[in-house]
């Protein structure tokens, strides 16, 4: 087993677009339609370094409002 935190991200509206927007800009989003009582605008995000998180944080203020 691995030790990873996530932080589990719920938005305002659908976020299956910019999943695959970030994707191909190298941040990967995991979509949680499979998850129990979660619906489209929830995704999960792996906790990286300080810095890595950073970039991740201004490139969801980008897509995300």
């Known amino acids: 087993p691995s030790n990873t935190n996530f932080q589990l991200v719920r938005s305002k509206e659908s976020v299956l677009n910019i999943i695959n927007i970030l994707k191909m800009r190298g941040i990967l989003l995991r979509?949680?339609?499979s998850f129990v009582?979660?619906?489209e605008n929830w995704f999960?995000?792996?906790l990286q370094k300080r810095e890595d998180n950073i970039q991740i944080?201004?490139?969801l203020k980008e897509?995300?409002?």
Request: net charge positive; aromatic share 6%; proline share 0%.
């Open 63 to 65: 897509y995300l409002n």
């Open 57 to 59: 944080i201004n490139t």
């Open 31 to 33: 979509d949680c339609r």
């Open 37 to 39: 009582s979660l619906n």
């Open 44 to 46: 999960r995000i792996s």
